[in-house]
């Protein structure tokens, strides 16, 4: 895919699934972007690493609205649908 004419939109998920929904979106060839934080959690008496989203319930895709078709996205697994106003996405 050509980077000219493309870009970032936002993808809400389903709850806690923004990695799921990233693998799933990749393995369709999708480019992605999900930034994730790394924590401490205290669980079962000690201190344990933890990766967590950003952005909870959101990441980023890369496409060219218009070449690229984006409605495998809404169906996408962990996905709920793309951020948009119109009929059309958003691009941030």
């Given at each position: 895919m050509s980077d000219v004419g493309a870009r970032w939109y936002v993808v809400k998920t389903?709850?806690?699934s923004e990695k799921i929904a990233e693998h799933n979106l990749v393995n369709q060839g999708y480019r992605t972007?999900?930034?994730?934080i790394k924590k401490q959690q205290h669980r079962r008496g000690q201190w344990q690493p933890l990766e967590e989203a950003l952005f909870p319930g959101y990441l980023f895709v890369h496409l060219e609205v218009g070449l690229q078709d984006?409605?495998?996205i809404r169906s996408t697994r962990g996905v709920?649908?793309?951020v948009r106003f119109t009929a059309w996405p958003e691009p941030m």
């Open positions: 389903k709850s806690k972007f999900l930034p994730l984006f409605s495998p709920i649908n793309l």
